[in-house]
């Protein structure tokens, strides 16, 4: 380097500059990192999801802000890397957040800490998942009963069975057929399964009729018009046969003996 070069915003000599400046020099007069004064986060007060790019995720996060939620409206200087970002929540009222955080920033081979402020408006709207399943809503039921002969089953022993068998089913149906099941309930005659999404139902009840040599029968009711289109619900009732049922539920729980007296 010819010597009498200086850094024009220092003075200092013998350090590598860029345009005149050295990189601490520089690294201190451009934005490593810009935050826009205001956010909006949409989140599910339910499960805590957030809506991004069009869709809910993350569901089961806890409400506070964190980075990822921050992160992605962050703009940073083409020559800087994140290495760290933290925030802390200063203030909170209920719908606006304040937050203060530092990204570490590394710049031409110099890191240093970025001080940043934000206001982050938290939108709650319920999810897709949380309000169908608040809402008592769903598209289709899964029937599980016993064969349709004789009466000579008890119920309960026929709804343990069932029960039974329901939880194989699910052990063995694909993350999102479970994820599509809404809520379950307990009749005399068996066990009816709620489901969202009429196409995994399907899945459960073809897993079921293979699986468990069931008979299968599919029926459809229109329940109302939505969107100039007309809306089904449809059920799968499932009948299973007694060794099916003996097979998966195994013997009957034994009945609570007397104590032995001595
Ligand atoms: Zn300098
Ligand atoms: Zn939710």
Same mark, same amino acid.
């Given at each position: 380097?010819?010597?009498?070069?200086?850094?024009?915003?220092?003075g200092?000599?013998?350090?590598?500059?860029?345009?005149?400046?050295?990189?601490?020099?520089?690294?201190?007069?451009?934005?490593?990192?810009r935050?826009?004064k205001q956010?909006?986060?949409?989140?599910?007060?339910?499960c805590? @999801? /957030?809506?991004?790019?069009?869709?809910?995720?993350r569901?089961?996060?806890?409400?506070?802000?964190s980075?990822?939620?921050?992160a992605?409206?962050l703009?940073?200087?083409?020559?800087a890397?994140?290495?760290?970002?933290?925030?802390?929540?200063?203030?909170?009222? +209920?719908?606006? /957040?304040?937050?203060?955080?530092?990204?570490?920033?590394?710049?031409?081979?110099?890191? /240093?800490?970025?001080?940043?402020a934000?206001?982050?408006?938290?939108?709650?709207r319920?999810?897709?998942?949380?309000?169908r399943?608040?809402?008592?809503?769903y598209?289709?039921?899964?029937?599980?009963?016993?064969?349709?002969a004789?009466?000579?089953?008890?119920?309960?022993?026929? +709804?343990?069975?069932?029960?039974?068998?329901?939880d194989?089913?699910?052990?063995?149906?694909?993350?999102?057929?479970?994820?599509a099941?809404?809520? +379950?309930?307990e009749l005399p005659e068996?066990?009816?399964?709620?489901?969202?999404?009429?196409?995994a139902?399907r899945?459960?009840?073809?897993l079921?009729?293979?699986r468990?040599a069931?008979?299968?029968?599919?029926s459809?009711?229109?329940?109302?018009?939505?969107?100039?289109?007309?809306?089904?619900?449809v059920?799968?009732?499932? /009948?299973?046969?007694? @060794?099916?049922?003996?097979?998966?539920?195994?013997?009957?729980?034994a009945?609570?003996? @007397?104590p032995i007296?001595?």
């Amino acid at each position: 380097m010819p010597t009498g070069e200086f850094c024009v915003v220092c003075g200092r000599t013998g350090v590598p500059l860029t345009e005149g400046v050295c990189d601490a020099c520089a690294a201190a007069r451009v934005a490593l990192v810009r935050a826009p004064k205001q956010v909006e986060i949409v989140l599910c007060p339910q499960c805590g @999801a /957030r809506w991004s790019r069009g869709h809910w995720e993350r569901a089961g996060l806890s409400s506070v802000l964190s980075s990822e939620d921050l992160a992605p409206f962050l703009e940073f200087h083409p020559e800087a890397g994140v290495r760290t970002l933290h925030w802390e929540e200063t203030a909170r009222s +209920r719908s606006l /957040r304040e937050l203060r955080g530092t990204a570490r920033v590394r710049f031409r081979g110099i890191e /240093r800490d970025v001080p940043l402020a934000l206001t982050a408006r938290v939108v709650a709207r319920t999810c897709t998942d949380c309000g169908r399943r608040s809402g008592r809503y769903y598209t289709a039921r899964l029937q599980l009963r016993g064969e349709a002969a004789p009466r000579t089953r008890r119920p309960k022993e026929l +709804r343990r069975q069932l029960g039974a068998l329901w939880d194989r089913l699910r052990e063995e149906s694909r993350a999102d057929w479970r994820q599509a099941v809404a809520w +379950r309930e307990e009749l005399p005659e068996g066990l009816d399964v709620f489901f969202t999404d009429t196409l995994a139902a399907r899945a459960v009840a073809r897993l079921a009729k293979q699986r468990f040599a069931a008979g299968l029968v599919e029926s459809a009711s229109l329940v109302g018009r939505k969107n100039g289109q007309d809306v089904y619900r449809v059920t799968f009732c499932l /009948r299973f046969p007694a @060794a099916s049922l003996a097979e998966v539920a195994g013997p009957p729980p034994a009945p609570a003996e @007397a104590p032995i007296e001595r």
